[in-house]
T-cell receptor
Framework: EDQVTQSPEALRLQEGESSSLNCSYT??????LFWYRQDPGKGPEFLFT???AGEEKEKERLKATLTKKESFLHITAPKPEDSATYLC??????????????FGKGTHLIIQP | KAGVTQTPRYLIKTRGQQVTLSCSPI?????VSWYQQTPGQGLQFLFE???????NKGNFPGRFSGRQFSNSRSEMNVSTLELGDSALYLC?????????????FGEGSWLTVV
């Protein structure tokens, strides 16, 4: 069974304090790994797609990396507006059809001014 | 470019009733997927439609169903509502089938079953 585990469940940082969020996965065949940001009461907002080990993507203060077993979302010098729940999801090869994304439970990030 | 639009945003239903939720995908997107989000289970895949055909379905009972129209707009229906169906229902669209491709979510429909 495909599994996605995110850690930590919650993280509180001071403004400017850099850190990393982890997403480890156990899947039969990875087609893609996705990072989303979700604010309270809203739908997930797309951040990054990674397809192969060694791939990296950057956007403002965020950088996503991928290995064969896990992905990291690095947050550099975060600001209070980066506070949100960050979700990791995987798409896997299946025998046929589209199985949808398998999501982790998310990391709830709070950036204190 | 308009994003994924879901209606209604909020609704309250009574146990045993049925509900229909609507989704308009991003212009040009042909695939629509539906997800259920609850505090306990997180985000779970319901089903995906592409070219008016259901591609696959997640592990949900037959009370959950959907359809897609020729303009790619989609609806999902839940019959005989149970208290446990209270959740945020999210629609997502992608250019082609979602497998391996990026999907973009709408703001969701909050369903409360009382």
């Amino acid at each position: 069974e495909d599994q996605v585990t995110q850690s930590p469940e919650a993280l509180r940082l001071q403004e400017g304090e850099s850190s990393s969020l982890n997403c480890s996965y156990t899947v039969s065949g990875l087609r893609g790994l996705f990072w989303y940001r979700q604010d309270p009461g809203k739908g997930p907002e797309f951040l990054f797609t990674l397809y192969s080990a060694g791939e990296e993507k950057e956007k403002e203060r965020l950088k996503a990396t991928l290995t064969k077993k896990e992905s990291f979302l690095h947050i550099t010098a975060p600001k209070p507006e980066d506070s949100a729940t960050y979700l990791c999801a995987v798409s896997v090869y299946s025998g046929g059809g589209a199985d949808g994304l398998t999501f982790g439970k998310g990391t709830h990030l709070i950036i204190q001014p | 470019k308009a994003g994924v639009t879901q209606t209604p945003r909020y609704l309250i239903k009574t146990r045993g009733q049925q509900v229909t939720l609507s989704c308009s995908p991003i212009s040009g997107h042909r695939s629509v997927s539906w997800y259920q989000q609850t505090p306990g289970q997180g985000l779970q895949f319901l089903f995906e439609y592409f070219s008016e055909t259901q591609r696959n379905k997640g592990n949900f009972p037959g009370r959950f169903s959907g359809r897609q129209f020729s303009n790619s707009r989609s609806e999902m229906n839940v019959s005989t509502l149970e208290l446990g169906d209270s959740a945020l229902y999210l629609c997502a669209s992608s250019l082609e089938v979602s497998s391996g491709n990026t999907i973009y979510f709408g703001e969701g429909s909050w369903l409360t079953v009382v």
